[in-house]
Structure formats: C-alpha cells, structure tokens
C-alpha cells in the first residue's frame, strides 16, 4: 500500500527540521469531475474525427498515445521525485546543522513533494484516459515497458511488469510495484474463430470463468503474460473492469526457446491459489503439468467445460 511522501520521510532521521504539508493543497489541482469531463469530451471529439474516415484503421495507436501523454507526464515528476530524494539522502548524511543546509534540505523536501502530488495528478489524468481506452478499444491499456502504477490511496487499476515486481520484492521493498493480495495466475494462446459471435461466445465463457475465480478469492491479482493478441488481453480487460490489479510476466526474448518456459517457472514462484488455463500450445501444456506436480489447483478451461475445483487441503 501506497505512503504519501510526508510518511516515507517520518522514518528517516530529520533531526532540527520540521516536516509540514507541502505549500499547496488539493485545490490546485484538477478537480476529479474537471479531469473526468474534459477528457470525455476531448475523447468523443477526437475519435467522432476518425470515424467513417481513411485513417478509423489508426484510430487505436492514437487512443494508445492519448493515454500515453498522461503516463509519460507522470513517469517525469517520478524521476524527479527520485532525484530529490537522493538529494534529500545526500543532505542527511552531511548534516553540519546549520542555517544554510537546514534550508537545503527543506527546499529539497518541498520539491519532493511537489513532485509527488504532481505525479498522483498526473496517473489520475492516465487512469482517466485509461478506462476511456477500455470503453473504445476494448482492451486494458498498457506502456510498451515498465509498469502503470498507480501511487494514490488504492492501487487497483495498478499494472505491473514483473521485473518490476522482482526488484521490488528483492528489495523488500512496499510499494506501487508490489501487488497486494492472492495471486492468480491465467495463460492461454491464439485462438481464430470463425464467426464475430464465435468469438464473443469465447470471451464470455473466459470472462465466466474470471468472475467464478474471484467469487472463491476476492482478494485476488491476476498474473498473465500480457500478450495483446491473444487470451491474455481477454483476461486484462476483465481485470480493468473489476479493478483487480495485474502483475504481467512478458517473455525474455534473450531466452529464444526457453522464454515460456522461463516464464512458466517464474509465475509458479508466486505460489498462486489458481491456475486458469485456456486453450494454448506446448509450453500451456507444461504448466499446467508442473502446477499439478506443485499441487496448485488448476482450473481446466481448455476445453471450457469443467467448473472450478475445490484446492487441495
């Protein structure tokens, strides 16, 4: 869970100096129904221009960039969050106590701040834009790497790379790259249909299965590996729609052949309670194999027929 950065800053040692709130407040930002409003209507203007036209083929790399926009703001006032509060650690270790590095070291917390409530402003906007680009494309919206964390109160609409999730965990760090909760894990292939109702068809039984999983564990993430053109985005835009979080396992290129492999191994660490399997090629087939020989309950929809198992005792 998410501290705001007066918190982060209670735990260090800030002998002589006091911490108060930043030199602003709530008001100077965007009001949530402000943010919610004028990026609908930008929204609805923008695609009514692309609409019956040559370029409606485009139409879901620009929604993907108006997103973007957002998530790029948000990722600059955390880089500069990130350079203050090395200052800030610098200025600790070289405390004289003076008039000169007292003021020093407040204007760098300042700064932190600043930086800090910008940046949750900013992923409000994203998340915002976001859920517009569920609405219109259908799938959860991603960054092309790293992770959409989200530093407010609630992380729920948090998507996050694993190596993101690696680091942080081998840093024992918590923080907006470290899902709270039980993990699931989904994986399935590319599936071709032969009818738009065949497909529809599909999805709500995947969709079915998802809502069943989380009726037996409400506190739920869901791991996948994050493919936008198979089951994978299926899974994602059901965990946008119910807010559940994501931890994302992209395959390792580097590994040639071995990078589904690699990938199932990594996501059987998280030691999840389920494992929803669709339909899907060899490496699926391991899976689900070596989640049975670790006696995690595999809920079988490869053929989607079967219900949900109860775990093993």
């Known amino acids: 869970m998410y501290d705001s950065f007066i918190d982060q800053l209670s735990g260090l040692d800030l002998s002589g100096l006091s911490i108060r709130p930043a030199p602003f407040n709530e008001t100077d930002f965007p009001c949530e129904d402000a943010i919610e409003q004028t990026l609908g209507a930008v929204w609805s203007d923008l695609f009514a221009m692309f609409s019956d036209t040559a370029l409606e083929a485009d139409a879901e790399d620009i929604a993907w960039g108006f997103v973007n926009l957002f998530h790029r703001a948000a990722s600059r006032k955390s880089s500069r969050l990130d350079r203050a509060s090395d200052e800030i650690r610098a200025l600790l270790a070289s405390a004289d106590g003076s008039e000169v590095h007292t003021s020093n070291l407040e204007e760098q917390v300042e700064r932190a701040q600043a930086a800090d409530a910008s940046m949750i402003a900013f992923e409000q906007m994203r998340e915002t834009a976001a859920v517009l680009y569920l609405e219109e494309i259908g799938s959860s919206w991603r960054p092309m790497t790293g992770s959409r964390s989200n530093h407010a109160a609630h992380m729920t609409s948090a998507v996050v790379n694993a190596r993101d999730f690696l680091r942080a965990r081998a840093e024992r ?44 564990v409400p506190d739920m993430f869901l791991v996948h590996g994050g493919d936008t053109k198979g089951v994978d985005r299926l899974a994602a835009s059901w965990a946008e729609r119910h807010d559940i979080q994501q931890l994302v396992f992209s395959l390792d290129r580097r590994l040639g052949a071995r990078a589904g492999f690699k990938r199932n191994e990594q996501m059987l660490q998280m030691n999840p309670r389920y494992v929803v399997a669709l339909p899907g090629n060899g490496v699926l087939e391991r899976l689900v194999i070596d989640a049975k020989a670790r006696r995690i309950t595999v809920v079988d929809r490869r053929s989607l027929g079967a219900s949900i198992p109860k775990r093993y005792d």
């Open 173 to 216: 760090r918590r923080d907006a790259n470290t899902p709270q909760g039980t993990p699931i894990v989904f994986s399935g292939g590319r599936s071709s249909f032969a009818t738009a109702e065949d497909a529809k068809a599909f999805a709500s039984k995947v969709w079915s299965t998802l809502d069943k999983v989380r009726d037996h």
